[in-house]
């Protein structure tokens, strides 16, 4: 049975960042939905054009759309012994087509960690992020500051800011969050995988919390 740990958590929560880390500890990989989306824009493909249109304006792709694309990445044989999934699922729809992949797979959900943090930070934290053109590495300003400003550490290519990490379209991400992807806290709840992870600590402690949470989990 190969075992798929999901982060949960609003816009700037520090999924991406955590998954990065969580994904080298446990050599599964870290599948990232908003990524996949992002790679493709980057690659003008149809997928890409289209996904874009909704998220400049901070709403979510449609479930058809992303259900599909994560299916697909999830068939690749790198995903065999399980990973781990940032920003998918995040409607009801997503989270039960997940199950129902996941079965056709041998695979479960073995732990979904929601990684909690108020508003007015996520606000101060999302203008402060610069990610790394060439493999998505995250950074911040403030809280994780690069070697040298504007150029990524790992592979040394261009930082930038996302087009989404305006305060409009922040408000908007948080709003449809909130409407959208919050209920599956309770839905996570029900089927007794959730734990939820103080997200508003350092990265380093949030690390060893959320790799705390899904060793309990496994061992349960
Ligand atoms: P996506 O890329 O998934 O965006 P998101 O969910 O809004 O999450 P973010 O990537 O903004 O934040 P994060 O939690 O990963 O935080 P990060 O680690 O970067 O999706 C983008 C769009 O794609 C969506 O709006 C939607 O349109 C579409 N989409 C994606 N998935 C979809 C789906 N399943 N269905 C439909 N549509 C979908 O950290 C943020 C910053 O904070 C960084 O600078 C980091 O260095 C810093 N930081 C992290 N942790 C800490 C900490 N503990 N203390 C201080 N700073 C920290």
């Not at 399980?82 to 997940?98: N, V």
């Not at 960690?113 to 999302?126: A, F, G, M």
Request: charged residues 20%; hydrophobic residues 35%.
């Amino acid at each position: 049975m190969s075992n798929f740990i999901v982060l949960l958590g609003p816009p700037g929560a520090g999924k991406g960042t955590q998954a990065e880390t969580i994904s080298e500890k446990l050599h599964l990989p870290h599948i990232s939905s908003g990524d996949i989306f992002r790679q493709n824009l980057k690659n003008q493909t149809q997928l890409g054009l289209l996904a874009a249109g909704f998220i400049n304006k901070g709403e979510l792709v449609p479930d058809e759309i992303t259900i599909a694309m994560i299916r697909d990445r999830l068939s690749q044989p790198d995903c065999q012994n399980g990973a781990i999934l940032d920003g998918f699922p995040r409607t009801p729809a997503q989270a039960e087509a997940l199950s129902i992949m996941l079965s056709s797979i041998n695979g479960k959900v073995k732990s979904v960690s929601y990684i909690s943090v108020p508003e007015n930070v996520l606000i101060d934290r999302l203008p402060g992020r610069w990610t790394c053109r060439k493999a998505g590495h995250v950074f911040h300003e403030k809280y994780s500051p690069p070697q040298t400003t504007g150029v990524c550490d790992f592979d040394g290519s261009e930082l930038y800011q996302r087009d989404d990490d305006n305060p409009e379209t922040v408000k908007v991400r948080i709003r449809v969050y909130l409407e959208q992807t919050l209920s599956l806290i309770e839905y996570y709840h029900q089927h007794d995988v959730l734990a939820e992870v103080d997200g508003t600590k350092s990265i380093e402690q949030v690390t060893r919390n959320l790799l705390a949470t899904i060793q309990r989990n496994g061992n349960e």
